[in-house]
């Protein structure tokens, strides 16, 4: 979130992006920068996108990623891009 308000007193304009389960995380900050004044928002696409998932997975449930790590399946996942400017 901070870091979402710093980009904007640099540039006038964000691109907020996630994919998967990222996606609400990505709706919330935006709606965050959006109901506090701090920014408008412009645009907003939603897509699905294929990704290659690196392996093995560690007990945790979460994929590694190393130096070395071999490649997975693709999978295809939803994905979600929001454009954001300076409220001005």
Request: aromatic content about 4%.
């Amino acid at each position: 979130m901070s870091l979402a308000k710093r980009a904007l007193l640099v540039h006038e304009t964000l691109e907020l992006s996630g994919t998967g389960t990222a996606m609400a995380t990505t709706v919330n900050i935006s709606e965050v920068l959006h109901n506090s004044g701090v920014a408008r928002r412009l645009k907003t696409v939603t897509s699905m996108v294929q990704v290659q998932e690196f392996g093995p997975m560690s007990a945790d449930g979460f994929g590694t990623l190393s130096m070395g790590a071999q490649p997975g399946k693709t999978v295809v996942k939803p994905k979600i891009q929001i454009w954001m400017s300076v409220q001005k």
